[in-house]
Antibody, heavy 119, light 107 residues
């Protein structure tokens, strides 16, 4: 069974940093592209970052470019998102999401971890 | 960025109704269109990818259609468990963007 379990969310002050992690199991992690997608409270979905299976291709949404860094450790079956210079508008549930083949859709999602940026 | 316009933003329907949700993109995305279902407090769930391919395990009452800029998600006979919010997403070019969602409510 595919499982994606996020951790690392919490309350952080504006300008602060947080590192999210995603532990993957139930599939060959090193064979899949991965994403982070977020959802602000009561709002829709926003894709924020993509990393290819071998980490050679990385994309970011403009809203996080230069502040967030995606990475993965295939030996540890883990995905990370380092978030710096956090803003109130970064408050959201952050989902770790596995990429489906070919069409870059998401075929499995984690349960999400809430990040709240507030003083 | 490719803009996504979903319609309607919400609808009320009865069990057994046929429901159609539309997604229009600001430029041609061929068939790089995905549909998700999300229930309150839960992660989204993949329904349709490549515009019309049904994800394994998804009931056959869900279907997708379209190519280019105009796409539809149809639920042929609405079931109680289908009351949820539905999102379309384009993955033709980054940033991959989502529609604003369509909330399907009980009439």
């Amino acid at each position: 069974e595919v499982q994606l379990v996020e951790s690392g969310g919490g309350l952080v002050q504006p300008g602060g940093s947080l590192r999210l992690s995603c532990a993957a199991s139930g599939f060959t992690f090193s064979s899949y592209n991965m994403n982070w997608v977020r959802q602000a409270p009561g709002k829709g979905l926003e894709w924020i970052s993509y990393i290819s299976s071998s980490s050679n291709i990385i994309y970011y949404a403009d809203s996080v470019k230069g502040r967030f860094t995606i990475s993965r450790d295939n030996a540890k079956n883990s995905l990370s998102l380092q978030m710096n210079s956090l803003r109130a508008e970064d408050t959201a549930v952050y989902y770790c999401a596995r990429g489906g083949s070919g069409y870059h859709y998401v075929d499995y999602w984690g349960q999400g971890t809430l990040v709240t940026v507030s003083s | 960025d490719i803009q996504m316009t979903q319609s309607p933003s919400s609808l009320s329907a009865s069990v057994g109704d046929r429901v159609t949700i539309t997604c229009r993109t600001s430029q041609d995305i061929t068939n790089y269109l995905t549909w998700y279902q999300q229930k309150p407090g839960k992660a989204p769930n993949l329904l349709i990818y490549a515009a019309s391919s049904l994800q394994s395990g998804v009931p056959s009452r869900f279907s997708g259609n379209g190519f280019g800029t105009d796409f539809t998600l149809t639920i042929s006979s609405l079931q109680p468990e289908d009351f949820a919010t539905y999102y379309c997403q384009q993955s033709y070019s980054t940033p991959w963007t989502f529609g604003q969602g369509t909330k399907v409510e009980i009439k």
